[in-house]
């Protein structure tokens, strides 16, 4: 069989999964190849998560059993809570990738699942857990530590999240070809290729080079975007040191600088100017709800969902910053919204998000400070 170089290991993965962004593919055969080597990454002693989320039928458990598939992963979808942890326990023990399905409704099954994986970035974390055994309550401990990869409708909490990185999946699954497995031969191909380059760069490395190159300046001044974030920089870390020895070009860092705040503000900013542009808007008087309408029947297009009320696109619109100061209160209907020539610069990405994109007429009657 075949070893595929990078490009086609992706093209491979296209054909069953539909990543948002091109370089989440890369992001995901840098972990399998990590996940295969753990006593080669000992030295940062800490195993970043996965998590696909989103809607349903998004394509995130897709994501996530191809993901384990092609990194000899164990999954566990519908159990027991005793099942899963004692499946935990096993694979990391066995130092391989766990992949939880529907981790939401796991998360109600199982006490304190969220404080469990919140230590379990460390491959040698053990919780402790109480048993009750005829009348007498005794303490036991899992080992949980490891490599997971998870789905859920919803980012997990912010302690959980700092551990991960994230993948908002939007796009419907290609579910005919999973479902049906007639793409095993692209997995097997996709196997065999990540099988290779684990040992490959195992046996070309040892702990040693690990620590060398996590000390080097070259990692550091990779990671510079990510300084003011400890729990990034040590994500960065398992996936730059890995996509180094491989020699790989994938954009790790900027995989884990953008975020879903950044992503929905690109989306919105994006659809906001191609608006203006096709409709004449600029330095004209729209209400609210003659803008709401026209982003919805933009979002429909990219088969994305929009907004329910002209508050709750305000609200959106405040809250990542494309609103001035003066109307972060969420829109009313009564109100005007001028769009101006000046602030159609943010329309381009700049950095720039601080500055009103919407300038908005609020007549002193309908103005709301209680929203």
Not at 238 to 248: A, P, T
Not at 288 to 306: H, S
Not at 343 to 356: E, F, K, V
Request: hydrophobic residues 35%; aromatic residues 8%; glycine residues 6%.
């Amino acid at each position: 069989m075949r070893i595929l170089p990078l490009d086609e290991m992706v093209d491979c993965y296209k054909l069953s999964i539909d990543y948002p962004h091109e370089r989440d593919y890369g992001m995901s055969l840098i972990y399998s190849v990590a996940v295969r080597n753990p006593t080669l990454l000992a030295p940062l002693d800490f195993w970043p998560y996965i998590n696909f989320w989103g809607a349903p039928v998004s394509g995130k458990t897709e994501a996530t059993l191809y993901l384990a598939k092609i990194s000899n992963g164990f999954i566990v979808q519908k159990c027991t809570p005793a099942y899963l942890l004692r499946k935990m326990e096993d694979v990391s023990k066995a130092s391989t990738l766990l992949a939880i399905d529907q981790y939401d409704d796991h998360v109600k099954a199982v006490d304190d699942l969220d404080g469990i994986m919140e230590i379990g970035h460390r491959p040698s974390a053990i919780y402790g857990l109480t048993e009750k055994e005829k009348s007498l309550i005794k303490l036991v401990g899992i080992h949980c530590g490891g490599p997971k990869v998870f789905n859920s409708l919803i980012p997990p909490r912010p302690a959980l999240r700092s551990r991960t990185w994230e993948v908002h999946m939007k796009k419907s699954p290609k579910a005919s070809q999973f479902a049906t497995y007639s793409n095993l031969h692209d997995i097997s191909m996709l196997t065999y290729s990540l099988d290779h380059y684990a040992k490959k760069i195992q046996k070309r490395f040892g702990p040693r080079s690990v620590s060398s190159y996590i000390q080097s300046d070259a990692h550091r001044l990779s990671i510079q975007p990510l300084a003011s974030d400890g729990r990034k920089v040590q994500i960065a870390n398992v996936f730059e040191c890995v996509r180094h020895m491989l020699g790989w070009d994938v954009d790790v860092i900027g995989a884990l600088h953008y975020t879903n705040h950044d992503e929905d503000l690109d989306v919105l900013r994006d659809v906001l100017g191609t608006i203006v542009e096709e409709r004449g808007w600029k330095d004209s008087k729209q209400t609210p709800q003659t803008v709401l309408t026209a982003i919805n029947e933009k979002y429909r297009t990219m088969n994305a969902d929009g907004f329910r009320t002209a508050r709750a696109l305000g609200g959106k619109m405040a809250e990542l910053g494309i609103e001035g100061e003066d109307c972060r209160k969420r829109m009313e209907d009564t109100n005007y919204y001028v769009f101006s020539s000046v602030a159609m610069s943010l329309i381009h990405p700049s950095g720039q998000t601080t500055l009103p994109l919407l300038k908005p007429i609020w007549g002193t009657a309908h103005l709301r400070r209680d929203v």
